[in-house]
C-alpha cells in the first residue's frame, strides 16, 4: 500500500518526493509497530468471564458495560469496611473493585450497586477452594412456573411452607448497570494485585501518585429491558443482514424408551402405559458458562444413566407390560423449559404419546447424600428409601409441570426432606470437591477414569434402586428384580468424564467421529444457553445411546441410510457411528453403528412458537447478544496531564496545518527549479 502512495504523487520535484516518501515510510513504520505499542500499554487479561444480561417476560437481569467498554482505577477490597474508599473517600474515580469470593456477598454487591457513579466495574476472584457456603441463586427456585400458585395450593406456594434454597442470595437474578467479571486465581491474579500495591495503594490515607493502574472491561449487551421489547426488535429489523439482539434459551431434550416408538406417529397410543424416568441435565452460575452443577444436575442424571443401563438385559430377557421413557431435560433451571415444552408437546399431539398414556413418573433430583442421610436395609444395599415426616409441597423439579396440565402419581428421588442440603446450589463452586469425587494423587488420567470412587459405588446403589422401582412400577417380572444392578464402573466412568475431563478413551469411543472435538481436558458447561446441541446433550444421546442401544453389524454408509436394508427403520431407531475403542497393538479405532431408541426433542419455551413473549404460563428467558468480551489493565496518567497532552498535540495539530498551508501556497516558489534553455538549430 504505501508503494502505491508514493507512486500517486507522480513524476513531481524530486525533494517533495523524497518529504512523502519519508512521510509515508514514517506512517508504513507505526502501522507495522502499531500492535506491538499496543501490547506495550495494554496486558490483556484472558482467564476472565463476564456476568452478561438475560431477560424474561417483565425484566433484565445481569451485568454489561457501555458500549465503549467501562474503565476505572483499581481498588483491592480487603473486607466489607474497605468499601467507603471507592465509594466516598478515594479521589480518583470511578474505581474498578477486585475483591476476593468471600467477599463476593449479597450486602457488598447492593452497596456498590446503589453508589454505581462511583463504580465501573467488578473483578471477582474465583479461588481454588471453596467457602462454606455460597448460593447466588433465589431462596425459591422457579416459584411462579411450578405446580403450585394463587389458584392451586396457595399455602403451598413462593415457598410459604418451605423454603427450598435458604442459602440463596438472589444475586443471579439482580440488574447491575456495570461489567462483572470472574478472575482466576492464577498469576494474572497475582499481577494485578502487584500493579495494585505498585501504584494505588493509599499510605497512611493520603491519596496514590499516578500513573495508576486501570482496568477496563468489555461486556456491552444489545439488548435492554425484557424478552418483550428484545423479540419485538429482532422482528422488526428489515436490513438485508438483520442484526438480532437478544436470543431464547434452549437446547434439546434427550428421551430414550425401552420398546421404540415411530417418531412420526404421534398422539395418544391406545392400549399403552408409560413409566417416565427423568432426570435435569442442566445448571447456572452467577458468571456465563461456569455452571459445573455437579450435586444440583450431573448427580441426578449420572444416576438415570445408570440404572438405564441396568435395565438393559431385564427389559430384554422379561419386558415390563409397560413401556419406561427415559427423559433428560434442558433448560429447568429456567423455569422448566424442557419439560414444559414436552408436556406442550404431548398436549398438542407433537410427541409420540401424550399426557393419557403416563401411569406414572419417577424424577432423580439431587442425590448427593442420599446414602448417608437414610438407613441401612438387607437388600443387599447401603439404604432404605424413606418419606417425608410431614406434608409439604414438590421441592422444584420438572414433575410440577406435568402435576400443571394434569393428575398424574409422581415421585421426587431426593436427599432432603426439606432445604436442599447443596451449600452451594447453582453456583460455580457445585463442582466435583462437592461430590467429594477425589482421586489418589499418584493416578494417572486413565487409571483416575478406572478408579471407583466412594460417590461412585454410592451413586451405583441408588442407580440400583432406581432401575429396580422403574422395573416393578413399569409391571416387571418382580422374581427379577433382585438381579438388577447397576455397574459402579460405568458410574465412576460417567463422573470423570462430565466433572473432571469429557476428553477421556470412553468417551471417545461412544461419540461419533465429527463430534470429538467437543470433548475437553475439562468438564463441560452445563448452562443451557443458546447454541442447540450443547455438549451435554450430545455427550448423554449417546451415553444414552451406548447404554441402551445394541452394536450393529451395519458399515458406516448402511449406518446413514438404513431404510435401505431390510429390517432396519429410522423412522423406529436412531442409528449413530460411533469412534469406538483402540485395541492393544493398533491404531485404529474399532468403529461400529449403534442401534437405539434415543431421540432429541425440540427443549424450546413454548412461549417463542406460540410468540408470546409476556407469558405466565411458560418460561420467556431470552440472553442478550453481544459484540466482544474483553478485560484489560494498564497505567493511566492524571486528568492534568492528560490535558496537557492533549492540548500539545491539538497545537502541533494546528501548526502542522499552519505549515502545510504555507508550503502548499509557496510551493511554486520554495519547489521551482531553473532549467537550461534549450539550445537552438540554426
Known amino acids: 500500500m504505501c508503494s502505491n502512495m508514493v507512486r500517486c504523487l507522480g513524476d513531481g520535484n524530486t525533494s517533495l518526493q523524497k518529504l512523502a516518501t519519508s512521510i509515508v515510510f514514517f506512517f508504513c513504520l507505526s502501522d507495522v509497530s502499531c500492535n506491538s505499542v499496543e501490547q506495550k500499554i495494554y496486558v490483556e487479561l484472558n482467564n476472565t468471564v463476564p456476568c452478561v444480561r438475560l431477560l424474561n417476560a417483565t425484566h433484565q437481569i445481569g451485568c454489561q458495560s457501555s458500549i465503549s467498554g467501562d474503565t476505572g482505577v483499581i481498588h483491592v477490597l480487603e473486607s466489607e469496611a474497605d468499601l467507603e474508599w471507592p465509594l466516598s473517600k478515594g479521589p480518583n474515580p470511578p474505581y474498578m473493585v477486585l475483591l476476593e469470593s468471600s467477599l463476593f456477598t449479597r450486602s457488598i454487591m447492593m452497596k456498590m450497586k446503589n453508589e454505581s457513579n462511583r463504580v465501573a466495574g ?27 400458585s394463587d389458584n392451586y395450593g396457595p399455602n403451598l406456594a413462593h415457598c410459604n411452607t418451605t423454603v427450598w434454597n435458604p442459602r440463596g442470595n438472589g444475586l443471579s437474578y439482580e440488574e447491575f448497570d456495570f461489567p462483572v467479571f470472574s478472575l482466576k486465581e492464577d498469576n494474572e491474579t497475582e499481577f494485578i494485585k502487584q500493579c495494585y500495591l505498585d501504584h494505588n495503594r493509599a499510605v497512611n490515607g493520603s491519596a496514590p501518585q499516578y500513573p495508576l493502574c486501570a482496568m477496563q472491561l468489555f461486556s456491552h449487551m444489545h439488548a435492554v429491558t425484557n424478552t418483550p421489547t428484545c423479540m419485538r426488535r429482532n422482528d422488526i429489523n428489515f436490513s438485508i443482514n438483520p442484526e438480532m439482539v437478544c436470543d431464547p434459551l434452549g437446547d434439546y431434550n434427550v428421551w430414550g424408551s425401552i420398546r421404540p416408538y415411530n417418531d412420526t406417529v404421534f398422539g395418544h397410543k391406545e392400549n399403552e402405559s408409560v413409566v417416565i424416568a427423568a432426570a435435569r441435565l442442566d445448571s447456572r452460575a452467577f458468571f456465563w458458562e461456569v455452571s459445573t452443577g455437579a450435586e444440583g444436575s450431573v448427580s441426578g442424571f449420572v444416576t438415570l444413566l445408570a440404572a438405564a443401563q441396568a435395565l438393559r ?35 398438542n399431539g407433537k410427541f409420540v404419546i401424550d399426557l393419557d398414556n403416563i401411569h406414572s413418573v419417577l424424577e432423580i433430583g439431587q442425590v448427593k447424600n442420599l446414602v448417608n442421610n437414610l438407613q441401612s436395609s438387607t437388600a443387599g444395599l447401603s439404604f432404605l428409601l424413606v418419606e417425608p415426616n410431614v406434608s409439604q409441597p414438590l421441592p422444584p423439579s420438572s414433575l410440577q409441570r406435568f402435576l400443571r396440565a394434569q393428575p398424574i402419581p409422581g415421585i421426587v428421588l431426593a436427599d432432603h426432606e426439606s432445604a436442599f442440603n447443596n451449600r452451594y446450589y447453582e453456583s460455580f463452586y457445585d463442582n466435583a470437591a462437592n461430590l467429594n469425587l477425589t482421586y489418589p494423587s499418584d493416578l494417572s488420567p486413565e487409571e483416575q477414569l478406572e478408579f471407583v470412587t466412594d460417590t461412585a459405588k454410592s451413586l451405583t446403589d441408588v442407580a440400583t434402586v432406581v432401575a429396580r422401582a422403574l422395573y416393578k412400577q413399569a409391571g416387571g417380572n418382580e422374581s427379577l428384580v433382585n438381579n438388577i444392578k447397576a455397574d459402579p464402573k460405568i458410574v465412576t466412568q460417567m463422573l470423570y468424564g462430565f466433572l473432571v475431563s469429557s476428553n477421556n478413551s470412553w468417551f471417545q469411543a461412544v461419540m461419533a467421529p465429527e463430534l470429538k472435538n467437543i470433548l475437553k481436558p475439562s468438564p463441560p458447561e452445563y448452562y443451557v444457553g443458546v447454541a442447540m446441541s450443547s455438549t451435554p446433550t450430545r455427550l448423554v444421546q449417546y451415553l444414552l445411546a451406548n447404554l441402551t442401544g445394541a452394536a450393529t453389524n451395519l458399515t458406516q454408509s448402511q449406518c446413514q441410510k438404513p431404510d435401505e436394508l431390510p429390517n432396519e427403520s429410522r423412522q423406529m431407531y436412531s442409528y449413530l457411528w460411533v469412534q469406538g475403542i483402540v485395541p492393544p497393538n493398533s491404531t485404529e479405532r474399532d468403529s461400529f453403528c449403534v442401534r437405539a431408541s434415543v431421540r432429541l426433542t425440540k427443549a424450546v419455551s413454548p412461549a417463542f412458537e406460540l410468540g408470546e413473549y409476556a407469558s405466565k404460563d411458560y418460561s420467556t428467558w431470552t440472553e442478550s447478544r453481544w459484540k466482544f468480551i474483553k478485560a484489560r489493565i494498564f497505567l493511566v496518567a492524571s486528568r492534568d496531564l492528560e490535558m496537557l497532552t492533549l492540548g500539545v498535540g491539538v497545537a502541533v495539530l494546528f501548526t502542522s496545518l499552519l505549515v502545510t498551508y504555507f508550503i502548499s501556497t509557496k510551493a511554486d516558489v520554495l519547489f521551482s527549479s531553473t532549467r537550461e534553455p534549450a539550445s537552438a538549430a540554426y
Do not use: K, W
Open 313 to 347: 438385559e431385564v427389559t430384554h430377557e422379561a419386558p415390563p407390560t409397560r413401556n419406561i421413557l427415559f427423559a433428560f431435560f434442558q433448560g429447568e433451571t429456567f423455569d422448566y423449559i424442557g419439560s414444559s415444552r414436552m408436556v406442550y408437546d404431548m398436549e
Open 122 to 148: 467488578v473483578a471477582v476472584v474465583v479461588p481454588n477452594t471453596s467457602p462454606p457456603e455460597f448460593s447466588p441463586h433465589t431462596t425459591c427456585p422457579n416459584e411462579n412456573t411450578g405446580v403450585y
